[in-house]
């Protein structure tokens, strides 16, 4: 994915949660995905991150501290950053609460809320997309079209690629790279 982001010279990447299959993370992953970073700091490329259900926000520190291009979005309230092109006008806005455990039963996309349409914002959520689903953000796909001020929603938790809407606001499932 990084290679990818470098090559194709994106403007950020997002990741929408379960970047770690468990809460206790490995070593060597916790040293990969700080490289990784690095490397994408390197080439001018901010990333931002929020926890899933596979790797909530954890009280103790990282073994590793994040390159300052990595966001991490809190997991008390909803967390919004600006995206800045190479000159500093803001391009686009990412908006985004983690998990603070194994499950969370809350509707945080309910208290998604953008300034203006002036620039595409982008929601991050990491959800099952069912509704009566307590365990993984309960929420449905009309609720998400509802949101007029998102324009795309990045999900995650379901780990295959699949395009729910293709207008706007544009939602979808990345999946994994893995196989």
Do not use: M
């Not at 979005?73 to 995206?83: E, S």
């Not at 990412?94 to 945080?108: C, E, F």
């Not at 365990?135 to 007029?148: A, F, G, R």
């Amino acid at each position: 994915v990084c290679d990818a982001a470098i090559e194709h010279e994106v403007d950020f990447v997002v990741i929408s949660g379960d970047l770690y299959d468990r809460e206790a993370r490995s070593v060597a992953a916790c040293r990969f995905f700080v490289e990784e970073c690095q490397r994408l700091k390197e080439a001018g490329i901010p990333v931002y991150v929020i926890a899933g259900n596979h790797d909530p926000l954890r009280e103790q520190p990282d073994l590793f501290e994040l390159p300052q291009n990595v966001k991490v979005f809190g997991g008390h309230k909803p967390d919004i950053y600006p995206v800045l092109d190479r000159d500093g006008q803001t391009i686009a806005r990412v908006i985004g609460q983690s998990y603070l455990g194994r499950t969370d039963p809350r509707k945080v996309h309910l208290d998604y809320k953008t300034p203006d349409t002036s620039v595409w914002n982008i929601g991050l959520l990491h959800t099952q997309l069912e509704l009566n689903n307590l365990n993984y953000v309960p929420c449905s796909l009309s609720e998400l079209k509802n949101k007029q001020d998102i324009h795309y929603w990045a999900l995650g938790h379901i780990h295959k690629p699949q395009i729910l809407s293709q207008s706007v606001p544009v939602i979808s499932y990345s999946g994994i790279p893995q196989g």
